[in-house]
């Protein structure tokens, strides 16, 4: 199965230097961006916020604006982190391999956190250009690695692509009968309203219970089969 080394193809260590040096201003306290080693081509791509980190691991986290060394891809075949189970569960349910990306590369801050500092009424012109280079670049990646669905995971991720779209000139494809009545990005399938509950493991949980789960599973299967 081929895959695509974000560092060595794509040179992403150098971009988020590049990103982290025109935003930040001092190097020493700046915690450095985090990215994965390794993704998937041609493959179902979950689609994460970003990178977490504990408020405890500020302390010893990489400081400064070129990269923390890139963590391993994960293994889409089996998982120990409670985190990755719901998109190992849905790949086993599909019997399809699967890769993710988190839309951004920034450390300190928790979901709720971005979405403050990111919302589109009071968003600063710095925060803004720096939110824009992350989701370029991302974006970047799935032209590489040309996804066969790419499945939001929840709904603070939506948010961001989706208020952004014409600064980041991004070509929104609604669903209709010519392509199959599937949501596309810059032709890229997407799926989002199905698979919102992700961002939950309570959700996710109950998910199994109230449908959900079945019907994104379903929903998967028709965008990927689609000729």
């Not at 219970?209 to 000729?227: A, H, M, Q, S, T």
Request: glycine residues 4%; charged residues 30%; aromatic residues 12%.
């Amino acid at each position: 199965m081929e895959r695509l080394n974000l560092k060595e193809d794509l040179q992403v260590d150098n971009k988020l230097e590049k990103i982290w040096s025109d935003y930040y201003s001092d190097k020493e306290t700046t915690i450095a961006p985090l990215y994965q080693m390794e993704v998937l081509k041609n493959v179902i791509t979950f689609l994460s916020i970003n990178p977490s980190l504990t408020p405890s691991g500020k302390k010893d986290a990489t400081k400064g604006y070129y990269p923390h060394p890139p963590y391993s891809m994960i293994n889409y075949e089996t998982t120990n982190i409670l985190f990755f189970r719901k998109f190992y569960e849905i790949g086993e349910e599909l019997n399809q391999p699967w890769t993710m990306l988190d839309l951004l590369y920034e450390r300190e801050s928790t979901q709720s956190d971005l979405e403050i500092k990111y919302s589109p009424k009071t968003i600063k012109e710095s925060d803004k250009n720096f939110l824009l280079n992350q989701i370029k670049l991302t974006f970047e990646i799935f032209e590489n690695i040309k996804p066969k669905v790419v499945v939001i995971s929840n709904a603070g991720t939506d948010k961001l692509i989706h208020s952004n779209l014409k600064d980041l000139g991004i070509i929104q494809e609604l669903p209709c009968k010519k392509n199959g009545f599937v949501y596309k990005l810059n032709g890229i399938p997407f799926i989002s309203n199905e698979s919102r509950f992700l961002g939950s493991r309570q959700h996710f949980i109950r998910s199994k219970k109230d449908g959900r789960f079945e019907k994104l599973v379903n929903e998967i299967k028709r965008v990927i089969n689609i000729k």
